[in-house]
């Protein structure tokens, strides 16, 4: 089978069920595992290089404003590989390739290749999106396999936070302007024995202002922003911080949103492991290749009892 991945998060799933031989192109994005930047690259970003979060805002508001797209789908690319499968998605158009776009390129190539549309919006929809996979490509028992594996840690992390004290966290997906994690994410807090301070299980991120986040009284902050590593996250953190921007006090976190926050696939249980971590120190693992304190806040320990 030759399988074009359009979604970061799916062509890692595609390597982790054991079809990454199967992977005959991808997205610029497409960056774990490793192996994947030696596949074709059929779809690019439409927006410049080294804008800030403020001016990437701006740029895609503009952009969808006028109906333009935000990738370039290399239809050529596409007509050379021939793939059976095309997998991408039709949950938000700043993440992808949208799949009336896949549709419109295969017909225009007379491609017959099937296209799989995967459209997580919670944790469960994102470990039933591998069974999915796995299925299209012929390894329904790897995944499933794998799945158990992913469902044995959360439920490790379950059993260690157990009883103690949930903190209320909030989840910045985006700095400038602020916008609350959606989708997954507030699964993820839950899971890690914490309160979601904002956003809501399955519903779309959302701008909030300064004051509303302050009003939610939380007891932690993690800086998660999509497209960005744990570095990038740092340095938008310590601005953030830096300008008053965030409510005063509150231990400021940066996580690496690429590898464990915003790509709905298997690593989204290290970030599960990552906030227990963060909101349950001395009892559940710190994961500090994921997650690094920006500001300390108070001198109260989060999650003590």
Do not use: K
Not at 93 to 104: I, K, L, N, Y
Not at 227 to 250: F, M, N
């Amino acid at each position: 089978m030759r399988v074009v991945s359009l979604l970061p998060s799916t062509t890692e799933i595609l390597f982790a069920i054991g079809a990454g031989d199967d992977v005959v192109g991808v997205t610029f994005e497409c960056d774990f595992p490793q192996e994947a930047r030696s596949r074709p690259i059929v779809s690019t970003s439409a927006l410049p290089e080294a804008l800030d979060p403020a001016q990437i805002d701006l740029e895609v508001r503009t952009r969808m404003d006028a109906g333009e797209d935000l990738y370039h789908l290399d239809e050529n690319a596409l007509e050379d590989l021939a793939p059976d499968l095309v997998v991408t998605q039709d949950l938000c158009a700043v993440c992808a390739v949208d799949v009336t776009t896949v549709d419109a390129a295969l017909d225009h190539l007379g491609c017959d290749g099937t296209v799989l549309t995967i459209d997580p919006a919670t944790l469960d929809d994102v470990l039933d999106s591998v069974v999915v996979i796995g299925r299209a490509t012929g390894r329904t028992a790897d995944a499933e396999h794998l799945v158990g594996q992913l469902r044995t840690r959360l439920t490790s992390v379950a059993e260690a936070v157990a009883g103690r004290p949930r903190p209320r966290v909030a989840v910045v997906e985006w700095t400038d302007p602020l916008f609350c994690a959606g989708h997954w994410v507030p699964d993820m807090i839950t899971s890690a024995g914490a309160v979601c301070a904002l956003g809501e299980p399955g519903q779309r991120s959302y701008p909030v202002a300064h004051e509303v986040l302050t009003r939610a009284e939380p007891d932690v902050i993690v800086v998660a922003p999509c497209g960005y590593d744990l570095s990038g996250a740092e340095a938008l953190a310590t601005t953030l911080v830096g300008q008053g921007v965030l409510p005063p006090g509150v231990p400021v976190w940066a996580v690496d949103a690429d590898a464990a926050f915003v790509r709905p696939g298997p690593r989204l249980v290290d970030g599960v492991e990552a906030l227990a971590g963060i909101c349950h120190p001395g009892v559940a693992a710190p994961r500090p290749e994921l997650a690094t304190l920006v500001s300390a806040g108070s001198d109260v320990p989060v999650g003590s009892a």
